[in-house]
C-alpha cells in the first residue's frame, strides 16, 4: 500500500529538520548504531556509510578528549573521511524519494534509521572539521538520542541482500560495455586542447600481463591486465589507505594537459558513496597527498545516488582556499569508459569527463612551480568485486590556443588528434584541436589549408601510407560535416612513417610520430 502524500511530506520535513538544525552538540555518549536493516537498498547503504564514518571520527575525537595529540597519519584520515562525509550528505534528498511505494511501516523504519544516521553524520562533519583546525571544545550536556529505539529488534521487514539490490548483480569484467560515444556530433563544441609536447605517454602495450607497469611506482600492488571485449592492455589499480600508483614524472611545466581513459567493472547499487578516483597533483613523490602543497579532484563512482565531483587544495602546510563539491552525475559515463581530460594553465584548473567540462577553478593552483608530480588514488571499493582500470594516461606541455600559431606561423602539428588503433575513426575527445582549427576558417575566410597524416613505424610502409592519408581525409571531413566548412577550402595528404620526429623504438616516441600537421597554402 502506498503511504498517503501527507505522510511523505511529514517524512521530508523532519528529515530535513533533523539534518539542518545547526549546531549539533558533541555528544559524551555514543550514538547507537541500528542493529536491523530496513530492505530498502539506499537507505541501508546510507545509514551503513554514515555509522561507519562516525566510528572512525568518534575514535578521534577520544583521542583529543584524551589529550593525545593526533599524527599526521590521523590528519589525513580525518580529511579523507571529510569529504566522504561530505558526498554523503549530498545524496540525502534522493533517499527520501526511494521510499516511494514502500509500506507505512517499513516507511517508519527508514524514517528512525535515517534520523539518527543523519544525527552521527552531522555531529561527524563538525567534530571532524574542529579537530582538525584544532578548535575542538566539548559540551557536557548528553545527547538524547544514545538509547536503543524499537528499529533494533525489528527484523521482521528485513530483506534480504539480493532483494534489496532490486536484482542488481556485480558486473563481470568481460560484460564491459563500449564506450558510449559513439559518434562525433554531441563533440562539436568541446574546448579541450591537449599539449603538443609529450612529456609522458603509457598505453601500456610494452608491459607484460601481470605485472606493475615499468614506468609507475606504488605503495601497494596493481597489475596490467586484458580484458575481453575491450582492446589492449589496462592497468588495474588497487583501491586502498593511503594507497597511490604514481607515474614516472618529475617536473610539470606551468602549461600542460592529462589525460586517460577510465573503465570501471562490478559497480552496483551497493558501491559506497565514498568510492572515488583522486587525481593529485603533489609536491613530493612520497606516498601521501603531498608534504606542503597539493591540490587534488575527486572522481565519484558511487551508484545509488549521484555525487558530486570534490576538488580541495592545500597550499604552505594548511588548508588553501579551495574544499568543494561540483554539481556533477557520472554515474552513467564512469560504467562506460570515459575519457578524463584535465588542463592546468597557470594557476587555472579544468576537467572534462567525456565532453562535458565539471571544473573550472579560476585559483585552483594558489603556488606556481611546486606541483610537479601526479598522482592516483583510489579509496572505497570492495576488493574483488568493485574494479578500477586506466589506460592511455598522457601528460604534455602546452595546451595553450593553437589558432594563434596556425595564423603566425602558417602552420601547426598536433599529437592531440587521436584515432582508432590501426583506423582512421576519430576518437571524440580530439575534437577541441578540430573546432580551433575551424574557427580560424570562419575568421580567415581566404586561408585554405593542406591537411597531412604521419603515423609510427607499426605495420607495413604501404598499409601506414595509406592509414596517413585515411586519417587526414577524415580531419577533412570532420571539419566540412560537423563544422560547415567548404571541402574546397582543403586538400589532405599522408606520409605513412616516412618522417619521423621520434624513436619509433619507444612508446613515447610513437606517440609523438602519430600526427597531423595543418599548413596554410
Same mark, same amino acid.
Not at 581530460?341 to 567525456?354: C, E, G, P, Q
Given at each position: 500500500?502506498?503511504?498517503?502524500?501527507?505522510?511523505?511530506?511529514?517524512l521530508?520535513? /523532519?528529515?530535513?529538520t533533523?539534518?539542518?538544525?545547526?549546531? +549539533?552538540?558533541a555528544?559524551?555518549?555514543?550514538?547507537?548504531?541500528?542493529?536491523?536493516?530496513v530492505?530498502?537498498?539506499?537507505?541501508? !547503504?546510507?545509514?551503513?556509510?554514515?555509522?561507519?564514518?562516525?566510528?572512525?571520527?568518534?575514535?578521534?575525537?577520544?583521542?583529543?578528549?584524551?589529550?593525545?595529540?593526533?599524527?599526521?597519519?590521523?590528519?589525513?584520515?580525518?580529511?579523507?573521511?571529510?569529504?566522504?562525509?561530505?558526498s554523503?550528505?549530498?545524496?540525502?534528498?534522493? #533517499?527520501?524519494?526511494?521510499?516511494?511505494?514502500?509500506?507505512?511501516?517499513?516507511?517508519?523504519k $527508514?524514517?528512525?534509521?535515517?534520523?539518527?544516521?543523519?544525527?552521527?553524520?552531522?555531529?561527524?562533519?563538525?567534530?571532524?572539521?574542529e579537530?582538525?583546525?584544532?578548535?575542538?571544545?566539548?559540551?557536557?550536556?548528553?545527547?538524547?538520542?544514545?538509547?536503543?529505539?524499537?528499529?533494533?529488534?525489528?527484523?521482521?521487514?528485513?530483506?534480504?541482500? &539480493?532483494?534489496?539490490?532490486?536484482?542488481?548483480?556485480?558486473?563481470? *569484467?568481460?560484460?564491459e560495455?563500449?564506450?558510449?560515444?559513439?559518434?562525433?556530433?554531441v563533440?562539436?563544441?568541446?574546448d579541450?586542447?591537449?599539449?603538443?609536447?609529450?612529456?609522458?605517454?603509457?598505453?601500456?602495450?610494452?608491459?607484460?600481463?601481470?605485472?606493475?607497469?615499468?614506468?609507475?611506482?606504488?605503495?601497494?600492488?596493481?597489475?596490467?591486465?586484458?580484458?575481453?571485449?575491450?582492446?589492449g592492455?589496462?592497468?588495474?589499480?588497487?583501491?586502498?589507505?593511503?594507497?597511490?600508483?604514481?607515474?614516472?614524472?618529475?617536473?610539470?611545466?606551468?602549461?600542460?594537459?592529462?589525460?586517460?581513459?577510465?573503465?570501471?567493472?562490478g559497480l552496483s &547499487?551497493?558501491?559506497?558513496?565514498?568510492?572515488?578516483?583522486?587525481?593529485?597533483?603533489?609536491d613530493?613523490?612520497?606516498?601521501?597527498?603531498g608534504? *606542503?602543497?597539493?591540490?587534488?579532484?575527486?572522481?565519484?563512482?558511487?551508484?545509488?545516488?549521484?555525487?558530486?565531483?570534490?576538488?580541495?587544495?592545500?597550499?604552505?602546510g594548511?588548508?588553501?582556499?579551495?574544499n568543494?563539491?561540483?554539481?556533477?552525475?557520472?554515474?552513467?559515463?564512469?560504467?562506460?569508459?570515459?575519457?578524463?581530460?584535465?588542463?592546468? =594553465?597557470?594557476?587555472?584548473?579544468?576537467?572534462?569527463?567525456?565532453?562535458?567540462?565539471?571544473?573550472?577553478?579560476?585559483?585552483f593552483?594558489?603556488?606556481?612551480?611546486?606541483?610537479?608530480?601526479?598522482?592516483?588514488? +583510489?579509496?572505497?571499493?570492495k576488493?574483488?568485486?568493485?574494479?578500477?582500470f586506466?589506460? &592511455? #594516461?598522457?601528460?604534455a606541455?602546452?595546451?595553450?590556443?593553437?589558432?594563434?600559431?596556425?595564423l603566425?606561423e602558417?602552420?601547426i602539428?598536433?599529437?592531440?588528434i +587521436?584515432?582508432d588503433?590501426?583506423?582512421?575513426?576519430?576518437?571524440?575527445?580530439?575534437?577541441?584541436?578540430?573546432?580551433?582549427?575551424?574557427?580560424?576558417?570562419?575568421?580567415?575566410?581566404?586561408?585554405k589549408l593542406?591537411? /597531412?597524416?604521419?603515423?609510427?613505424?607499426?605495420?607495413?610502409?604501404?598499409?601506414?601510407?595509406?592509414?596517413?592519408?585515411?586519417?587526414?581525409?577524415?580531419?577533412?571531413?570532420?571539419?566540412?560535416?560537423i563544422?560547415?566548412? !567548404?571541402?574546397?577550402?582543403?586538400? =589532405?595528404?599522408?606520409?605513412?612513417?616516412?618522417?619521423?620526429?621520434?624513436?619509433?623504438? =619507444? *612508446?613515447?616516441?610513437? $606517440?609523438?610520430n602519430?600526427?597531423?600537421?595543418?599548413?596554410?597554402?
Amino acid at each position: 500500500m502506498k503511504h498517503p502524500a501527507f505522510f511523505k511530506q511529514f517524512l521530508i520535513t /523532519i528529515c530535513l529538520t533533523v539534518f539542518l538544525s545547526p549546531n +549539533l552538540e558533541a555528544q559524551t555518549k555514543k550514538i547507537k548504531r541500528p542493529k536491523s536493516r530496513v530492505g530498502v537498498a539506499s537507505v541501508d !547503504s546510507f545509514v551503513q556509510e554514515s555509522f561507519d564514518l562516525y566510528d572512525k571520527v568518534y575514535k578521534y575525537d577520544g583521542y583529543a578528549a584524551s589529550g593525545t595529540p593526533l599524527e599526521d597519519d590521523d590528519i589525513d584520515v580525518l580529511e579523507e573521511a571529510l569529504a566522504e562525509m561530505s558526498s554523503l550528505s549530498e545524496s540525502a534528498p534522493d #533517499i527520501i524519494n526511494d521510499l516511494d511505494g514502500v509500506g507505512v511501516l517499513k516507511q517508519g523504519k $527508514a524514517t528512525l534509521q535515517v534520523n539518527r544516521a543523519k544525527k552521527a553524520l552531522q555531529y561527524s562533519i563538525k567534530t571532524a572539521k574542529e579537530l582538525l583546525l584544532g578548535q575542538r571544545e566539548r559540551e557536557t550536556q548528553e545527547d538524547d538520542d544514545t538509547t536503543t529505539s524499537d528499529d533494533d529488534n525489528d527484523d521482521g521487514d528485513e530483506e534480504s541482500d &539480493n532483494d534489496a539490490n532490486n536484482g542488481h548483480s556485480n558486473d563481470d *569484467t568481460e560484460e564491459e560495455p563500449t564506450n558510449v560515444s559513439d559518434g562525433l556530433e554531441v563533440y562539436s563544441k568541446y574546448d579541450f586542447v591537449p599539449g603538443d609536447k609529450i612529456l609522458f605517454f603509457d598505453d601500456f602495450s610494452q608491459d607484460f600481463v601481470g605485472d606493475l607497469p615499468s614506468k609507475w611506482n606504488t605503495n601497494g600492488s596493481g597489475a596490467i591486465v586484458k580484458l575481453n571485449k575491450v582492446e589492449g592492455n589496462w592497468f588495474e589499480l588497487k583501491a586502498g589507505y593511503r594507497l597511490y600508483v604514481i607515474p614516472d614524472i618529475n617536473e610539470l611545466p606551468e602549461d600542460y594537459t592529462i589525460e586517460f581513459d577510465v573503465l570501471t567493472s562490478g559497480l552496483s &547499487n551497493q558501491t559506497s558513496s565514498g568510492a572515488r578516483l583522486h587525481i593529485v597533483l603533489s609536491d613530493t613523490n612520497a606516498f601521501s597527498n603531498g608534504k *606542503t602543497h597539493y591540490a587534488a579532484v575527486t572522481l565519484p563512482l558511487g551508484q545509488y545516488a549521484a555525487f558530486n565531483i570534490n576538488a580541495y587544495n592545500h597550499f604552505n602546510g594548511k588548508g588553501g582556499m579551495i574544499n568543494s563539491g561540483l554539481t556533477a552525475d557520472i554515474r552513467d559515463e564512469v560504467k562506460n569508459q570515459p575519457h578524463i581530460a584535465i588542463s592546468v =594553465t597557470k594557476k587555472r584548473y579544468r576537467l572534462w569527463v567525456n565532453e562535458v567540462k565539471y571544473v573550472d577553478i579560476p585559483r585552483f593552483i594558489e603556488e606556481l612551480d611546486v606541483l610537479n608530480y601526479l598522482k592516483f588514488h +583510489l579509496y572505497g571499493l570492495k576488493d574483488g568485486e568493485e574494479r578500477v582500470f586506466i589506460k &592511455n #594516461i598522457k601528460v604534455a606541455e602546452g595546451g595553450v590556443d593553437l589558432r594563434r600559431k596556425l595564423l603566425s606561423e602558417g602552420k601547426i602539428s598536433t599529437n592531440g588528434i +587521436l584515432f582508432d588503433s590501426g583506423s582512421a575513426n576519430i576518437q571524440p575527445q580530439s575534437l577541441g584541436i578540430v573546432r580551433q582549427i575551424s574557427q580560424v576558417l570562419m575568421q580567415e575566410e581566404s586561408i585554405k589549408l593542406n591537411i /597531412i597524416g604521419h603515423t609510427d613505424s607499426d605495420g607495413s610502409d604501404e598499409a601506414n601510407l595509406k592509414l596517413s592519408k585515411d586519417r587526414a581525409a577524415a580531419v577533412k571531413e570532420a571539419l566540412v560535416n560537423i563544422y560547415n566548412i !567548404s571541402a574546397d577550402r582543403l586538400t =589532405t595528404d599522408g606520409k605513412g612513417e616516412t618522417q619521423p620526429v621520434g624513436d619509433n623504438g =619507444t *612508446t613515447d616516441g610513437k $606517440a609523438l610520430n602519430r600526427r597531423v600537421e595543418f599548413v596554410k597554402t
